[in-house]
């Protein structure tokens, strides 16, 4: 007969399971794990998740994650132009972005692409808000910067459609050959973009 966890055991590794890139081994892994931590510790990650909701929620601004429905900390700071916005698909790319530290403008959350075979539209996307911000907020230039797949690309071509019609400078992200990468392993498609992309040297 197959041996079979505790329920309650089994409960929390089925809920990990549920997480980006958590399979199986990992969950039990990540279950065992828990099952040493001291009853404190269990509690605040448990208290961290039932408050998730109301700690953490979005800018009424630009869509990025903030505080308890106060502005984030970019469009809070004087130090940003907020005369450039960069449009972005998921808050999760902002923190990629400011890694960088090279952008000083500030950004908009989309929420995703548009996706017919997920059923997400128009109306799914916060673009109305981004739009009302152009007219609003003196905006000169949006960059956009989503993936680079279909989707990615249609959305990117809708969003600069309706921004032009603002009489806004729209750009996108640069794309082709990742930094550190060898051309002879790239293909075709990166290849096309590195060198429409091109810039002088
Ligand atoms: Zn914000």
């Known amino acids: 007969m197959k041996h079979e966890y505790p ?52 800018c009424p601004e630009c869509g990025n994650l903030s505080s308890s429905g106060s502005l984030c900390s ?51 996307l916060n673009i109305k808000a981004l739009l009302k911000r152009i007219e609003i907020q003196n905006v000169k230039e949006v960059i956009i910067a989503f993936s680079s797949d279909v989707e990615g690309q249609a959305t990117s071509i809708y969003i600069a459609e309706e921004l032009k019609k603002k009489n806004v400078h729209v750009t996108r992200l640069a794309q082709g050959l990742p930094a550190g990468s060898d051309i002879s392993y790239a293909d075709s498609a990166t290849i096309a973009a590195a060198l429409h992309g091109r810039r002088p040297l």
Request: positive net charge; hydrophobic residues 35%.
């Open 7 to 58: 329920e309650g055991f089994q409960n929390l590794i089925n809920l990990l399971k549920t997480l980006p890139g958590v399979g199986r081994r990992t969950a039990e892994r990540m279950a065992f794990s828990m099952l040493k931590w001291p009853p404190e510790k269990l509690a605040e990650f448990g208290t961290a998740i039932c408050e998730l909701r109301r700690s953490t929620t979005s």
């Open 74 to 124: 970019i469009c809070a700071s004087s130090s940003r132009d907020k005369t450039m916005i960069c449009a972005v698909e998921e808050s999760v790319q902002i923190y990629n972005i400011e890694q960088s530290g090279l952008f000083k403008g500030v950004y908009h959350v989309i929420g995703g692409k548009l996706s017919p075979l997920e059923g997400k539209g128009i109306g799914d």
